[in-house]
């Protein structure tokens, strides 16, 4: 059964931090790509980072610098580091697992910022 679960989402202040962890399971994680996407209330749905199987990394021009996307295919997870935090960073948070034209998606974990 393919399973992607985040976690680590939660409450903090603007400029603090939060780490994101996306486990997977059912499928051979390592050939995959892996992103996160971000969904605000009332928002479509954004791209914020991606990781490629060979380590290679990109993201969003509102995060580059504060987030810092990694992974570890010996546990199955992908991470999202989330650091100096603002209030428009809010929004539910997907990973999404992406090879050919298979493409899995998580259920999501809220990411609320917020004094």
């Known amino acids: 059964q393919v399973q992607l679960v985040e976690s680590g989402g939660g409450l903090v202040q603007p400029g603090g931090s939060l780490r994101l962890s996306c486990a997977a399971s059912g499928f051979t994680f390592s050939r995959y790509t892996i992103r996160w996407y971000r969904q605000a209330p009332g928002k479509e749905r954004e791209f914020v980072a991606v990781?490629?199987?060979?380590?290679?990394?990109n993201y969003a021009d509102s995060v580059k610098g504060r987030f810092t996307i990694s992974r570890d295919n010996a546990l199955n997870t992908v991470y999202l580091q989330m650091n100096s935090l603002k209030p428009e960073d809010t929004a539910e948070y997907y990973c999404n697992a992406r090879y050919q034209t298979v493409n899995y998606w998580g259920r999501g974990t809220q990411v609320t910022v917020s004094s």
């Open positions: 990781i490629f199987v060979g380590g290679t990394t």
